[in-house]
């Protein structure tokens, strides 16, 4: 089971961080947490390009976690070369914002079936599965569990829970800790969480950027979470404020003092194996 942080930034447009996303594959099977900015650009430069998506799991509808759905959707659309789905599985209202990103698309739709007429004879097929906490599916030979988390006013966010062949990974999202996100981590091998620097935070003197404070974990709250779990790799992404090179060891500091396992983080494209 490969983890990959396509993207490690937050909603604020950073220049080299992409929004939030997540890459998992295992089993055959590339499956993408979220699709914030850029994205497409991220999947290309892994060797997975929009095609070779199996799944998109989405966490909850802020729009930094969903702003390049609409990039996946059509290049996957486009640059495959026969009719096939594109599965979306998230939180209830996931199917209204497909069905209105598909109606933002539609004079793109009708553009490229008049222009590619032999070849191009079918509309994007994006197949919506909205899920609750306490559900379960599957992706090919990978099992996944739905959780509720804590990010209110947020309404409803989910974490995910992905197994194959006895490992698994958390993909928490955004939120504070919460019981229910305890559970679906209890005994995972890893655990994916949004994190903010408390400490970074509050010496910004702007009302809009303390809000955030109340709804997202702490790089010490993940810790915790991740300890209390019993988690083997905590993987910190979605930095705020942006993690800036050289402070890499200073944001692990933070993690470290509630956590002894192995601690990930890092630029877009980190990569580790579960
Ligand atoms: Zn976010
Ligand atoms: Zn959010």
Redesign the pocket.
């Known amino acids: 089971m490969k983890v990959t942080l396509t993207g490690t930034g937050s909603p604020i447009p950073d220049a080299n961080r992409a929004g939030p996303s997540t890459l998992v594959q295992c089993a055959g099977q590339n499956i993408l947490i979220d699709c914030g900015r850029g994205v497409a650009m991220r999947l290309v430069a892994i060797g997975v390009p929009a095609p070779f998506v199996s799944a998109i799991l989405i966490t ?1 509808l ?1 729009s ?2 969903i702003t390049d759905l609409n990039d996946v959707i059509t290049t996957h659309w486009v640059m495959t070369g026969i009719e096939t789905p594109l599965n979306v599985y998230g939180p209830p209202g996931t199917q209204t914002v497909v069905d209105g990103i598909l109606m933002m698309l539609a004079p793109d739709i009708s553009y490229r079936l008049a222009h590619h007429t032999d070849t191009l004879t079918y509309k994007p097929n994006v197949v919506v599965t909205e899920v609750k906490p306490g559900a379960t599916f599957a992706i090919g030979d990978v099992q996944v569990r739905v959780a509720r988390t804590h ?1 209110q006013p ?1 309404e409803p966010t989910v974490a995910f829970r992905l197994e194959h062949d006895g490992k698994s990974v958390v993909l928490g999202g ?1 939120g504070i800790p919460c019981d229910t996100l305890d559970e679906i981590c209890a005994g995972a091998d890893a655990y994916v969480q949004t994190v903010i620097r408390e400490d970074l935070v509050k010496l910004i003197n702007n009302k809009r950027f303390q809000d955030i404070l109340d709804y997202h974990s702490t790089v010490e709250q993940a810790a915790q979470t991740a300890t209390k779990a019993g988690i083997k790799k905590l993987i910190l992404t979605h930095y705020v404020p942006s993690m800036q090179p050289g402070q890499e060891e200073e944001w692990r500091a933070f993690a470290a003092k509630y956590f002894a396992g192995e601690i990930v983080l890092g630029d877009d494209l980190t990569t580790t194996t579960i």
């Open positions: 909850h802020h930094d976690h990010h947020v955004d």
